[in-house]
T-cell receptor
Framework: SQELEQSPQSLIVQEGKNLTINCTSS?????LYWYKQKYGEGLIFLMM?????EEKSHEKITAKLDEKKQQSSLHITASQPSHAGIYLC???????????FGSGTKLNVKP | GAGVSQSPSNKVTEKGKDVELRCDPI?????LYWYRQSLGQGLEFLIY????????KSGLPSDRFSAERTGGSVSTLTIQRTQQEDSAVYLC?????????????FGPGTRLTVL
């Protein structure tokens, strides 16, 4: 959706490198969710952020929500081939009768 | 119990035919969502149910699309007079409630191909 802008659209990194994916909205993010989709498979929930300045980590993945609650970043440290897939941010915005997803970031990790 | 299930997993149909897609949410989940994912694209929100009620149907692409949910459980998405541009993966998700702090659990999707 145009309410959520994700960047970059695609990313190819060498195994072991760090990377960051961004998700930006012009509106307040009331709840920001990160999902991963492996090619041809369903979506897997990664993390959810709600409070301005919040940061969560799971294994080598860290997600942050900025103080203004309009931008989130997903950072992967020491990437591995298993991190490859499509990363999607989703959010509750101004209309709670809808749910918004970004267009996704396609990540490939070269061994 | 089991996760969200969808049927059929694949559907090939001819242009102009009607199709019905089914979603079985996780037991006890009151909120249910339908999305569409076209090739290489993100998720397009279609409709959300709280119980059996859909508060906002404006996300449905056209009046050929309709959805219902009965018994607070199973939901069906119906596409009438299918067109080639309807070809996509249709994903269903459910969550315990519609509160902000509830993640959505996704089904495997139904891949629809309209010839």
């Amino acid at each position: 959706s145009q309410e959520l802008e994700q960047s970059p659209q695609s990313l190819i990194v060498q195994e072991g490198k760090n990377l960051t994916i961004n998700c930006t909205s012009s509106k307040t993010l009331y709840g920001l969710y990160w999902y991963k989709q492996k090619y041809g498979e369903g979506l897997i929930f990664l993390m959810m952020l709600q409070k301005g300045g919040e940061e969560k980590s799971h294994e080598k993945i860290t997600a942050k929500l900025d103080e203004k609650k309009q931008q989130s970043s997903l950072h992967i440290t020491a990437s591995q081939p298993s991190h490859a897939g499509i990363y999607l941010c989703g959010a509750d915005l101004y209309n709670f009768n809808k749910f918004y997803f970004g267009s996704g970031t396609k990540l490939n990790v070269k061994p | 119990g089991a996760g969200v299930s969808q049927s059929p997993s694949n559907k090939v149909t001819e242009k102009g035919k009607d199709v019905e897609l089914r979603c079985d949410p996780i037991s006890g989940h009151t909120a249910l969502y339908w999305y569409r994912q076209s090739l290489g694209q993100g998720l397009e929100f279609l409709i959300y149910f709280q119980g059996n009620s859909a508060p906002d149907k404006s996300g449905l692409p056209s009046d050929r699309f309709s959805a219902e949910r009965t018994g607070g459980s199973v939901s069906t998405l119906t596409i009438q007079r299918t067109q080639q541009e309807d070809s996509a993966v249709y994903l269903c998700a459910s969550s315990r409630t519609r509160d902000i702090n509830n993640e959505q659990f996704f089904g495997p999707g139904t891949r629809l191909t309209v010839l």
